[in-house]
């Protein structure tokens, strides 16, 4: 379905790939961005990004499970974290790669961005996986 290259002449990363492909005839989702919000729309962890970002995790996977897919068939994300320091998207990152989604490993660019869709919304994660 997927083949991930890590290019041996690169910085290793840490967590991901440098390359996913995904073979042909393959089905591929595109994921909207998945947010802190419970059911109820309602923000989860105000002023805590860990808290955020294992909702958003939550939310993804379930998304990704009503299309039949799931974390370990994500090639591709990006994770926004409203951040001013590195240190806080590195704890961010520790949730995103204690998930399971970096399983594969799938390829992911972090971002810190000055703000995001909700207010006191701290973290966003889009995604591309494959459906089996």
Known sequence: MSHHTIVPSL???PGYAHAA???TGTRVAFMAGSVPLDADGELIGPGD??????????NLD???HAI???LPHVVATTVYV???EPADLSRVWDVVHASGLTEGPHTSTLVGVACLGYTGQLVEITAT???P
């Open 21 to 23: 492909v995904v073979g």
């Open 82 to 84: 409203v951040a001013d």
């Open 11 to 13: 910085f290793p990363p």
């Open 49 to 58: 990004p860990v808290a955020q970002a294992h909702q958003v995790l939550a």
């Open 68 to 70: 039949g897919s799931g």
């Open 129 to 131: 996986a494959v459906v």
């Open 62 to 64: 379930e998304a990704l």
